[in-house]
C-alpha cells in the first residue's frame, strides 16, 4: 500500500516502481495516478462527462472572478489560492509554469472516501472541509463522517468516474462541492485523503 503525495510525481513513481518489480499494489494503477495527479490532465479527460471547474493553465488574463490558482500536481491544500479580481490576478506572482487557474465554486466543500476492489466502487463515508478564509484556501479541519443528503448523486458520479478512470483502486478520495444539490469535481486523489481517519 503506497503511501505518498502527488507532489513532483512522487506517488506515480513510488507506484511505477513497484508495479515494474512485480509486487501487488492495493491502490490505483500508474496509468490512473498519472491521470488524477495531473489537475489539468484529468480536467481534459473527464470534462463533458463528469462536472468539474473549467481548468487551464495559469495565465493572468483569466476573465472568470474569484478563481482558483494551484499547483497542477498539487496535494494537501499547499499553494492554493483564492483570486478575487483582474487587478488582485495581475499582480500574482506564481513560481513556475506548473500552476493551473479555474473558477472559483461556492459551497459545501466534502471529501468522498471510496474503495474499489475492481469489482466496483463502494462509497465509505463523506466528510465536510473546511477552509481558512483570506488568499491561501488552506484546509483548517474535515469534520465527519457526515450524513450527506445527495449521497445518491454522489455515488453515482463515482460510478461514472470509475468506468472513465478503470484502473482507480483501493483506496481513493474525491474532492467536490456541493452547490445546492449539484456536485461538481475540484479533484480525485488516488490515495489516502484527508477523509481516510
Same mark, same amino acid.
Given at each position: 500500500w503506497i503511501v505518498a503525495p502527488e507532489c513532483g510525481?512522487?506517488?506515480?513513481?513510488?507506484?511505477?516502481?513497484a508495479e515494474r518489480l512485480g509486487k501487488t499494489i492495493a491502490g490505483s494503477?500508474?496509468? $490512473?495516478?498519472?491521470?488524477?495527479?495531473?489537475k489539468l490532465s484529468l480536467y481534459r479527460h473527464l470534462n463533458g462527462n463528469v462536472p468539474m471547474p473549467e481548468s487551464e493553465p495559469f495565465t493572468d488574463d483569466f476573465s472568470d472572478f474569484p478563481c482558483v490558482v494551484k499547483p497542477v500536481d498539487g496535494a494537501g491544500g499547499e499553494d492554493v489560492y483564492f483570486i478575487a479580481d483582474a487587478k488582485t490576478l495581475r499582480q500574482f506572482k506564481v513560481g513556475g509554469d506548473n500552476y493551473l487557474i479555474e473558477p472559483y465554486v461556492e459551497g459545501e466543500?466534502?471529501? $468522498?472516501?471510496?474503495?474499489n476492489d475492481g469489482s466496483g466502487p463502494l462509497l465509505l463515508g463523506v466528510?465536510?472541509?473546511e477552509t481558512d478564509a483570506g488568499p491561501g484556501l488552506k484546509p483548517k479541519r474535515?469534520?465527519?463522517p457526515v450524513?450527506?443528503?445527495?449521497?445518491d448523486e454522489l455515488i453515482g458520479m463515482i460510478n461514472k468516474v470509475c468506468r472513465l478512470i478503470p484502473g482507480l483502486r483501493g483506496y481513493f478520495g474525491i474532492d467536490c462541492i456541493d452547490c445546492g444539490g449539484r456536485l461538481t469535481v475540484i479533484e480525485i486523489n488516488p490515495r489516502r485523503t484527508t477523509s481516510y481517519p
Open positions: 510525481g512522487a506517488l506515480y513513481r513510488l507506484t511505477d516502481m494503477t500508474t496509468d $490512473a495516478v498519472k491521470l488524477c495527479g495531473d466543500k466534502l471529501s $468522498a472516501g471510496i474503495v466528510c465536510r472541509q474535515i469534520a465527519g450524513d450527506y443528503a445527495n449521497r
